[in-house]
């Protein structure tokens, strides 16, 4: 925190600052104890001259509005912590890496952001990448996007993201002003690819195949986004990206829900290999054979692949709430690059 050459505490932050990363320390109000302080660290959004409040983004995308009086001390801090692992990764080239790995049925240009829709089959591609310049006010922009999603029976979602330089702070801030909710938090997590291929994992029990709908459409009765007979819109989006790869762990006869003979697998995984990057995705295990290893030998035989078409970093994405395939991912040395949001329009 900042401190002067008297040894005080002093508030060395002005509206000026709006758009840096901060840290600040406030007073919390009586009712949240007396005399007791907090630290907030984030990106500063906002700071109203008539009210007096100041709008902080942390990492997480969480709001924090702090009434200047309380504030005892604060100073702009670097945009942000260096990376000790991981390869380089820039926010908007791993934005843009991500969305071409999971590309909607129908898609439509606002400016750079881009509108997407899948008949509703998961919130990435039925949402608004906003990623650059709507090329009109914000205002104007957020209904073009509530108009577009309503002409298809679908809610308006917005996707913006917090905690790396570039990401969307005073956008995320902007949408919740503006009524918007956050629904969905995930974190973005890089890594390098070899020490995934190279986990100690029997690859052999693992096929891999072109298509979700492969032969019996096993892999796609184990996808649990896929409940019931999927529909074409799936596959779309499942099969769409520049190299994709799907993993499956045959069941044992008297193993596993299948039992083997559905010919669902006991284990999956997607992978999309998009240059030097290679993502992951529906990494899922049958219930009654976790904590064996399969998730395991599926990540290493999709990084095996993408190594082979010249791969050599990795990236996926996790849900906060699930924390034991974060727990999982953090093993194999995926750390956090930055976390998205999806934002649902205001219901009418």
Not at 6 to 24: C, N, Q
Not at 80 to 89: H, V, W
Not at 267 to 279: E, K, L, N, P, Q
Request: with cysteine.
């Amino acid at each position: 925190m900042e401190i002067t050459g008297t040894g005080r505490l002093e508030v060395r932050i002005t509206p000026l600052d709006v758009g840096k990363r901060v840290s600040i320390r406030r007073l919390l109000d009586p009712s949240e104890g007396a005399g007791t302080f907090t630290d907030v660290v984030g990106v500063l959004t906002s700071w109203d001259d008539e009210t007096g409040v100041l709008v902080i983004t942390r990492r997480s995308g969480q709001v924090v509005r702090i009434p200047e009086t309380s504030l005892v001390a604060g100073k702009t801090v670097p945009a942000a912590p260096a990376r000790r692992r991981g390869p380089a990764a820039d926010f908007a080239e791993l934005t843009r890496v991500a969305s071409r790995a999971w590309r909607p049925v129908e898609s439509e240009r606002l400016g750079e952001w881009e509108l997407r829709a899948a008949s509703g089959f998961t919130r990435r591609a039925n949402s608004a990448l906003a990623l650059g310049d709507p090329g009109m006010p914000l205002d104007e922009a957020l209904d073009r996007v509530r108009s577009w999603y309503a002409e298809r029976s679908l809610p308006a979602y917005v996707q913006a993201a917090t905690g790396a330089a570039g990401t969307q702070e005073a956008l995320c801030a902007a949408l919740e002003e503006r009524g918007w909710t956050r629904e969905v938090s995930a974190d973005v997590r890089i890594g390098a690819l070899a020490p995934v291929a190279d986990l100690d994992a029997d690859r052999d029990l693992v096929t891999l195949s072109r298509s979700a709908g492969g032969p019996g459409g096993g892999w796609l009765r184990r996808y649990q986004r896929a409940s019931g007979d999927p529909a074409p819109h799936m596959l779309t989006v499942l099969e769409s990206g520049p190299s994709v790869w799907f993993a499956s762990v045959a069941a044992e006869p008297g193993h596993g829900s299948g039992d083997g003979h559905d010919g669902t697998p006991v284990a999956i995984g997607r992978c999309v290999v998009d240059g030097r990057w290679a993502g992951f995705m529906a990494v899922e295990v049958d219930p009654a054979r976790r904590r064996l290893g399969l998730a395991r030998a599926v990540m290493a035989a999709l990084a095996g692949r993408a190594l082979e078409e010249g791969a050599s970093a990795a990236w996926l994405q996790v849900e906060r709430e699930n924390t034991a395939a974060g727990a999982l991912y953090a093993g194999m040395g995926f750390t956090t690059h930055h976390s998205y949001h999806h934002y649902r329009g205001p219901r009418d």
